[in-house]
């Protein structure tokens, strides 16, 4: 009697700590590009136009690849006139994205401004022998979302000036000229 | 013949008590090796007019050199200082009014934090008429700096700056200015304060 409750109780243990090492496993994964994209529509209840525009950003996508050498893999959420100035309470969206991109991504530079209602956001994640970044940037009207796979040397760049280079990142992956 | 097994006890459990003291302290600094927890400032961020928030782990440090010009000297001696770095946090909060931060609740946490063995206050300077405080910290290992640390205060600013590695003090305004670090303004003549 006592054998068999003994050998139930270790099969149960043994069911849930699979169950737990499964929740973990997935909990311990980040949020990919369309999952950023998402919490930022649901923070401040706001659409973005990446997905409708596929043409359009076939364009938008191919110029900083073939313009920046050291670039790839693109990828570009836009959000274009909408009102970024009602977040939802009592969170911050740099705080929130830093716990839904962890472990994977860590952050490298935020900075925000109330005078020109202006936020940017910038992660580093580890991809083999590149580095994917993340930016997003937030103003009063507009929003982007660029994620792309940087060399070792283009990242070094960008680490240098980080500001400057994530400016030009995001201008050039949302350029509406064509290569 | 007793006393003398009750002595050699007392020493035993001296020299174990300093022993696990020394082994406690090596551990603190191991463990933290100069970066300090400056994360609880983040709850400024709601208050503050500009804030910027700068992390370079180890990690990324290590590729930072490959952008340097081999040609400019001062990058070079960045370079020379960077590869001893394990990395560099920095937190700059402006706010548009006095009074927007509290230096008890806010300060006095990362402040504690370098009472820690290991750290000591080298520079401390007070403007009184300004309003101005900086205070830069080191972590001494030795002979050598494993950690550096700025608090640097204004009415209506703050700034946080964690340094963490093997610092060279002469080399380390190389540093000013890049990488979101702010001037520091660190004399070469700056004495270590013990606390």
């Known amino acids: 009697m006592q054998r068999k409750f003994i050998s139930s109780l270790l099969i149960t243990c043994a069911a849930c700590s699979l169950f737990l090492s499964s929740i973990v496993s997935a909990a311990s994964k980040s949020l990919d590009f369309g999952g950023v994209v998402k919490l930022i529509e649901s923070h401040y209840r706001v659409k973005s136009k990446g997905l409708p525009l596929v043409a359009r950003m076939g364009i938008k996508v191919a110029s900083p690849v073939t313009r920046l050498g050291g670039y790839g893999g693109v990828k570009v959420a836009l959000f274009e006139d909408q009102d970024f100035s009602s977040p939802a309470k009592g969170t911050n969206i740099s705080e929130v994205l830093r716990v839904v991109l962890r472990p994977e991504w860590s952050p490298l530079v935020e900075v925000r401004s109330r005078q020109s209602s202006e936020l940017t956001l910038v992660y580093t994640k580890e991809a083999g022998d590149r580095f994917k970044v993340l930016v997003v940037t937030i103003g009063q009207r507009d929003g982007t979302a660029v994620q792309a796979e940087l060399s070792k040397s283009k990242l070094a760049q960008f680490i240098k000036d980080p500001e400057r280079m994530s400016r030009k990142m995001t201008d050039e992956a949302t350029s509406e000229n064509e290569p | ?195």
């Not at chain 2, 020299?15 to 994360?39: E, F, K, M, P």
């Not at chain 2, 820690?116 to 206050?121: I, K, N, V």
């Open chain 2, 1 to 195: 013949m007793k006393s003398l097994i009750n002595t050699a006890l007392k020493l035993v459990t001296i020299a174990l008590v300093v022993g696990l003291s020394a082994a406690v302290i090596r551990a603190q600094i191991g463990v933290t090796g100069g970066r300090i927890q400056i994360d609880s400032l983040d709850r400024l961020d709601a208050k503050a007019a500009e804030m910027v928030n700068v992390s370079l782990d180890e990690r990324l440090l290590q590729i930072v050199p490959q952008a340097f010009d081999k040609n400019d000297p001062d990058e070079m001696k960045a370079k020379e200082i960077i590869a001893g770095l394990k990395g560099v946090y920095v937190k700059v909060f402006e706010f548009d009014a006095e009074g927007a931060y509290d230096r008890q609740s806010d300060v006095e946490p990362i402040r504690q934090q370098l009472k820690a063995p290991g750290w000591s206050r080298i520079v401390e300077v007070r403007s009184r008429r300004e309003g101005k405080e900086i205070e830069v910290y080191l972590l001494n290992n030795g002979s050598r700096v494993d950690g550096l640390t700025v608090l640097a205060f204004e009415p209506k600013q703050l700034v946080v700056v964690n340094i963490v590695g093997t610092i060279d003090l002469e080399k380390l305004r190389q540093l000013e200015g890049q990488f979101g670090v702010p001037a520091l303004e660190i004399e070469k003549d700056s004495k270590p304060q013990k606390k």
